[in-house]
T-cell receptor, first 111, second 115 residues
Framework: DAGITQSPRHKVTETGTPVTLRCHQT?????MYWYRQDPGHGLRLIHY???????DKGEVSDGYSVSRSKTEDFLLTLESATSSQTSVYFC??????????FGPGTRLTVL | KQEVTQIPAALSVPEGENLVLNCSFT??????LQWFRQDPGKGLTSLLL?????REQTSGRLNASLDKSSGRSTLYIAASQPGDSATYLC??????????????FGKGTKLSVKP
């Protein structure tokens, strides 16, 4: 398995609070991604990174920001969490063949 | 805008049966197509990746085909086993630069293989 960890694995927070999710890889891959998975919508890309300090928006980026200060870490921040951001969040990396490898996910509940 | 559809949404088969999962996409300008497996409460596991220039890929009991012109891919599972029970997702990467070249996922087919 690709070396991808996500933290925390579960989080419950209240509306209006900031939340940061962390993705850590040990594979030294250039590309990293954040997705959310919701019933009825499937997996949707939030943001992705193609190198240190290089990021771009995905399909559902509103309300989210990201940062990548080191190759191994990709952070997803919800500046002011809303109930619509209750979801399961997955981090992924891709290798030189473009195969994507996913982390175990973070289940976030916003009350 | 690329749309990926997987039909059926759920499938139940007896153990030992050969089966086919379907994936269709609306824009044939793809770079590659990937099949994933997701077990309940887990992340996705990559099964097969087919480049746009390829017609099929095989891994063990799995065979994935790609017909880019018709916008279709199939995942063939031979001699199904209860351990194959999972949700199978298809995803396509557009042949475009920037964010338009990211993976677009179907909603998956939930497979149940009965002993």
């Amino acid at each position: 398995d690709a070396g991808i960890t996500q933290s925390p694995r579960h989080k419950v927070t209240e509306t209006g609070t900031p939340v940061t999710l962390r993705c850590h890889q040990t594979e030294n891959h250039r590309y990293m991604y954040w997705y959310r998975q919701d019933p009825g919508h499937g997996l949707r890309l939030i943001h992705y990174s193609y190198g240190v300090k290089d990021t771009d928006k995905g399909e559902v980026s509103d309300g989210y920001s990201v940062s990548r200060s080191k190759t191994e870490d990709f952070l997803l921040t919800l500046e002011s969490a809303t109930s619509s951001q209750t979801s399961v969040y997955f981090c992924a990396i891709s290798d030189s063949t473009d195969t994507q490898y996913f982390g175990p996910g973070t289940r976030l509940t916003v009350l | 805008k690329q749309e990926v559809t997987q039909i059926p949404a759920a499938l139940s088969v007896p153990e030992g049966e050969n089966l086919v999962l379907n994936c269709s996409f609306t824009d044939s300008a793809i770079y590659n197509l990937q099949w994933f497996r997701q077990d309940p409460g887990k992340g996705l596991t990559s099964l097969l990746l087919i480049q746009s220039s390829q017609r099929e890929q095989t891994s063990g009991r799995l065979n994935a085909s790609l017909d880019k012109s018709s916008g279709r891919s199939t995942l063939y599972i031979a001699a199904s086993q209860p351990g194959d029970s999972a949700t199978y997702l298809c995803a396509v990467r557009g042949n475009y630069g920037g964010s338009q070249g990211n993976l677009i996922f179907g909603k998956g087919t939930k497979l149940s293989v009965k002993p």
